[in-house]
């Protein structure tokens, strides 16, 4: 009885280590062409949060950066990126959502182009941009207040 056992062990564990075989009959076909001439994928850029970054990328219609973020005990910071081809002036405004409400929140740092840095600030930032390139702003709460902002935030540059 234990010689059958064995065999029958043996077979089963031969069997199932064996890889099985792959059908030779299938044949794929590719019977889609695309027209890459035709179709061009258009993909909408925006001005949207990922992870501690928003990169700001499209102006609106009166020629400001503007995007909505998130800020919390994760990303305790919001870097907002963006890139000015001219010198001239900057104004940006913070403001906790729903617009209205008060939030311990504010433009801490302005990152140059040359890595100089200015701050900190409050809820509008007005600054002369004597560099042209990628500049970034550290959004985040004052440390010299109570009640850290956690939440949804409005973000709005100009450069001019």
Same mark, same amino acid.
């Given at each position: ?10 077979? +089963? ?8 075989? %792959? ?25 949207? %949060? ?31 990126? +963006? ?25 801490? %740092?302005?990152? +140059? ?39 949804? +935030? ?7």
């Amino acid at each position: 009885m234990e010689k059958y056992c064995t065999i029958l062990l043996a077979t +089963f564990l031969i069997c199932s280590c064996n890889p099985k075989e %792959q059908d030779k009959n299938i044949v794929i076909k590719n019977t889609q062409t695309i027209d890459t001439t035709k179709h061009k994928a258009t993909a909408k850029a925006v001005n949207e %949060q990922l992870a501690d970054t928003i990169r700001m990328v499209v102006k609106d219609k009166k020629g400001s950066y503007t995007a909505i973020g998130t800020i919390d005990s994760i990303h305790p910071r919001i870097y907002i990126k +963006f890139t000015n081809k001219t010198t001239g002036s900057l104004h940006a405004m913070v403001k906790p959502l729903p617009l209205g409400s008060e939030g311990n929140i504010r433009f801490n %740092q302005i990152l +140059f182009p040359n890595k100089m840095a200015d701050g900190p600030f409050g809820h509008d930032l007005f600054i002369k941009l004597k560099q042209t390139g990628e500049h970034t702003l550290i959004i985040g709460h004052s440390l010299m207040a109570e009640n850290p902002h956690s939440g949804r +935030f409005m973000v709005e540059v100009i450069t001019n």
